[in-house]
Every structure is written in structure tokens, then in C-alpha cells.
């Protein structure tokens, strides 16, 4: 274990979250703004691109430029302030992830537009530059939702899954016309050529991720609505060999209008859960041994209607993320929700769900009382610890309204630990890696993934919420390998495990 960054005294846990508007404290409005080719995406990355432990995001703008905000909060507890970064003019962009792509130790993007996909390069400064063409990564011409990565064995550059919405070159479009997803292999130092992933059901959210436990990720696939008409569900593909797993190999095909994905151990029994969101019901599937089950509707989590005003219409849920917002060791949820245009079929005035899970398990909503049940069409969102007090703070992109920003003031939350990963390249942040934290009160398990939610997603600290607990220990699967020593590690700091 290595360097202790901070540490703070932490206080008897609290009954209700609260946050703080700080949109203010953003150097320029930023909206996801365009035509029907952006009523979908808008996501956020998040990451620390200068190497300041101040996490920093990029949002998408659609036909807007993307734009980089640079954390400048001046330290735990301060209110949040961010400067506006250098990211070249680029519009287009529906979604962004950040991963180390060269394996030199900084962060890169990559970046999915409607047209031509980019990785582009970073330098460790908060300075990006296009390193497509470097790395012989084919950007193609499609309209591209959704995102994930692993690093296979043996190879320098990691596997990149695209996917892909409609075909806007079919004359059939936009229905009956969900375009091919698109697999990327390195081939050395550079990527091969794309492998067309096919059917493509209009696919919105992707994630790579070693669900059965078995040391083989496979790559999830959630898919819109337009699938209907082509009979779709719901897709699971094995990597090696590269099928698409079907009903007699134990893939359960569901079928519903699929927009973001979320991964988590939420019952602590060490397998991995998952959340997809929908129009209407938000499902959550609990992962046994590998076979998944859908949560009974007492869970709380369904979050199919807005929970305030006089709208009874189906909610439109899109990125939902699972984290401990009060650390008190259980895990959280939120769900950015918005309509995607104006669809009179579901809710217009939409809020966002904060649902915090209590110690029966069960998930009760709190965005109101939180204060960030706003009703803008959101998209794309994030929670990370933006100014470095051990609470998780949230960032929100909206479609045509300007991005929101809130800082986590909840008091009396309880202790916390913040854990980086390292290892030597290519897979410098242990992409694939499982992580245990372990106190007196349970055992909590977490998977090093790139991909999923909506439109983007994090590369920083994973966050453990302990609750009382001053202290815990950790241990590390690394990517290939066994389970390593448990370590002691105290309570309320953020450390760096290097392999």
C-alpha cells in the first residue's frame, strides 16, 4: 500500500443525503444540445487528467463543443469551482470514457460521435490530441451510443467495443434500421480491423465484465426500443471464441427499451448485480452464481412513474450508478431520467431518483429531500468526490439545459476509504481486477470495469463506504491472477495499491 493522500475525522452516520447546487461555480453554462440525432447519448467521463487527485470531467455537447472542466476547488469541504480546459473544438459527440489506451500511465478518451469515433491521447496535463491514426483505430461514420473495454492476455492495446444506434443511410430509418455494433482487436501495437458485431438492435449501453466469475468477461449489450420490430432483446457475446451466447447457453433473452447499464455487488454476496434502465420499469437483476434474477418489486428500485407532480406517465430512465452517497457501507442508486424529446407517451417533468438503500436491504427514494430532483431531460451523469471530503459529489449533462453540478453536504456520513489500482502496462489501472473491502460489518466486493451507464463513465478512486468501521482490510484479484493478502488499511483516506 501506498501513500496516504488524505484523512479526515468522520462523524455519526446521517438519516437523509443533502446536496448543494454549485452549477454556478462552472466557468460557461454547458447544454447537450441538437436535433434528433442527440435525443440520445449526452454522457459524462470523469477523471483526473493532471495528476492533482482533484477529479476533472468532459462532458459531451451533441451539436455543441465538448467541453473539459478542470477541478480547481481549493480544498476537502470548500465549495466546488472547475476552469474551463483546452479540449479542442470538436462537436458530434454523443459519449466519452476515459482508460489508459498506450498503457503510459495517463488517461486517455475515447470519444463516440455521430460520425467518425476518436481516442484521443493524453498528456498528463489535461491536454488530449487525436491519436487515431497511431494507433490504427478505424473511427467510421456511424451514429455510436455506447462503449466498453477489457485487456485480453497477451496484447498491448485493450479490446474496444462500439456500439452503434440507427443506420442513417437506410432509407427504411429510423425503424428498421438498427445499424451492426462493431468489435476493435489490437493487432500489436495498432488495432485491426473492425468486426461487425451482428444483429445490432440500436444498442445504447455496453459493458465488459467477468459477471459468472469465471475469469472470461463478456461483453452486455443494451438495446433500444427499435428493436421490436426485429424481435430483439437483450444481448450477451462470449469474447473468446466471439459467439453471441443464445437460450440454450443459459442467456435468459429480455426484451425491454434498454438505455443504460450499472454494475454492483448490492446484496454483498460477492457476485456482481446489475441495473438496466428503461422506459418505464428500471430493472434490476440480482446476479446468482451466475444466473440472473429480476428483483422483486418491494426492492424499490423499479422507479417506473415520477415520484413527485401530478405526471403519472412512464419515467425515461437513462444513466443509473451505484454508490455509497451516505457511507454507511450499503449501496445507493441514482437514475438520471428525462423524456427524450417530447414523447406524450411518458412523463414530460421527470426527476432525477436518488434511492438509498437501507439496512433491510430495501431502497427508498430521497432526490427531493436531497434537493436534486430537478426535471430537466438529463442524461448522462456521475458521482465522484469532487472536492476530496470522502462524500461523493454529482454531475449531471442535460439534453437542451444546462449541465448541473452538486456537492455532497450530507452530515454526519460515516467513514470511507478511497483505493486506486496500479500496475505496469498495458493495463495500467487493472482493468478486470476485483477488489474486497472487509470490516466487522461485511464483506464488499467490486469489479474494475470501462464502460456502461449512458454516454460515459470513470476512471479514478474506487469508493467504499465503512460506515463505523475506523478501519478495513483489503485484498486484490489482479487481472490474471489469484486473490492476494489481506491488508489493513485505516479508515478515511484515499490509497494506491500497486501490484
Known amino acids: 500500500m501506498r501513500a496516504l493522500v488524505l484523512c479526515l475525522a468522520a462523524t455519526p452516520l446521517a438519516a437523509e443525503p443533502v446536496f448543494v447546487d454549485r452549477s454556478a461555480a462552472l466557468p460557461v453554462q454547458h447544454v447537450y444540445g441538437g436535433g434528433w440525432e442527440h435525443f440520445v447519448g449526452g454522457g459524462?467521463?470523469?477523471?483526473?487528467?493532471?495528476?492533482?487527485?482533484?477529479?476533472?470531467?468532459?462532458?459531451?455537447?451533441?451539436?455543441?463543443?465538448?467541453?473539459?472542466?478542470?477541478n480547481?476547488?481549493?480544498?476537502a469541504g470548500d465549495a466546488l469551482r472547475f476552469t474551463e480546459g483546452g479540449l479542442a473544438p470538436m462537436t458530434g459527440v454523443t459519449g466519452l470514457w476515459p482508460l489508459d489506451v498506450d498503457g503510459d500511465g495517463n488517461l486517455d478518451l475515447a470519444v463516440l460521435r455521430v460520425g467518425a469515433n476518436h481516442l484521443l491521447k493524453g498528456d498528463g496535463a489535461c491536454g488530449f490530441a487525436d491519436a487515431s491514426a497511431e494507433w490504427g483505430f478505424d473511427g467510421g461514420a456511424a451514429w455510436s451510443t455506447a462503449f466498453s473495454a477489457t485487456w485480453e492476455p497477451g496484447q498491448r492495446l485493450p479490446t474496444l467495443a462500439i456500439g452503434?444506434?440507427?443506420d442513417r443511410a437506410n432509407p427504411d430509418g429510423p425503424f428498421r434500421a438498427?445499424?451492426?455494433?462493431?468489435l476493435l482487436r489490437p493487432e500489436g501495437a495498432r488495432y485491426g480491423p473492425p468486426i461487425r458485431l451482428e444483429p445490432g438492435f440500436c444498442a445504447l449501453s455496453m459493458l465488459i465484465s467477468d459477471w459468472q466469475r469465471t475469469g472470461a468477461p463478456e461483453l452486455r449489450i443494451s438495446n433500444d426500443r427499435h428493436y421490436y420490430v426485429r424481435g430483439g432483446y437483450e444481448q450477451m457475446w462470449q469474447l473468446s471464441p466471439l459467439h453471441e451466447r443464445g437460450e440454450a447457453e443459459g442467456w435468459r433473452q429480455v426484451s425491454l427499451w434498454g438505455m443504460g447499464i450499472a454494475s454492483a455487488d448490492i446484496d454483498t454476496d460477492g457476485w456482481p448485480d446489475v441495473m438496466l434502465t428503461s422506459m418505464g420499469d428500471q430493472l434490476v437483476q440480482f446476479n446468482r452464481e451466475g444466473v440472473l434474477k429480476d428483483a422483486p418489486y418491494a426492492l424499490g428500485t423499479y422507479a417506473q412513474r415520477p415520484f413527485i407532480g401530478d405526471d403519472g406517465r412512464p419515467s425515461t430512465g437513462w444513466h443509473a450508478e451505484f454508490a455509497d452517497v451516505d457511507n454507511d457501507g450499503r449501496t445507493d442508486l441514482f437514475i438520471a431520467k428525462g423524456n427524450v424529446d417530447q414523447m406524450m407517451s411518458n412523463a414530460i417533468h421527470d426527476p432525477n431518483n436518488l434511492l438509498m438503500q437501507g439496512a433491510d436491504g430495501i431502497f427508498t427514494e430521497t432526490a427531493e429531500a436531497a434537493g436534486i430532483a430537478t426535471t430537466a431531460r438529463s442524461r448522462g451523469a456521475g458521482l465522484a468526490d469532487?472536492?476530496?471530503?470522502?462524500?461523493?459529489?454529482?454531475?449531471?449533462?442535460?439534453?437542451?439545459?444546462?449541465?448541473?453540478?452538486?456537492?455532497?453536504a450530507t452530515p454526519g456520513t460515516g467513514h470511507w476509504l478511497g483505493i486506486s489500482l496500479r500496475m505496469e502496462g498495458p493495463n495500467t489501472r487493472a482493468v478486470g481486477a476485483w477488489l474486497q473491502v472487509r470490516t466487522d460489518a461485511g464483506v464488499q466486493t467490486r469489479e474494475v470495469t470501462v464502460g456502461g451507464g449512458h454516454g460515459g463513465g470513470q476512471s479514478?478512486?474506487?469508493h467504499f463506504g465503512l460506515g463505523e468501521a475506523r478501519d478495513a482490510e483489503v485484498r486484490v484479484k489482479w487481472p490474471g491472477g489469484d486473490w492476494g493478502p489481506w491488508q489493513r488499511c485505516a479508515a478515511d483516506v484515499r490509497v494506491t495499491l500497486a501490484r
Do not use: H, K, S
Not at 459524462?44 to 478542470?70: T, W
Not at 437542451?400 to 455532497?408: D, Y
Open 178 to 182: 438498427c445499424d451492426a455494433n462493431a
Open 44 to 70: 459524462v467521463a470523469i477523471l483526473d487528467c493532471n495528476g492533482d487527485a482533484r477529479p476533472d470531467f468532459v462532458a459531451a455537447g451533441g451539436e455543441n463543443p465538448a467541453r473539459l472542466f478542470v
Open 72 to 75: 480547481a476547488t481549493p480544498g
Open 460 to 462: 479514478g478512486p474506487l
Open 386 to 408: 469532487f472536492d476530496g471530503d470522502g462524500r461523493l459529489d454529482l454531475v449531471v449533462v442535460n439534453r437542451r439545459a444546462p449541465l448541473e453540478l452538486w456537492q455532497n
Open 164 to 166: 452503434n444506434y440507427v
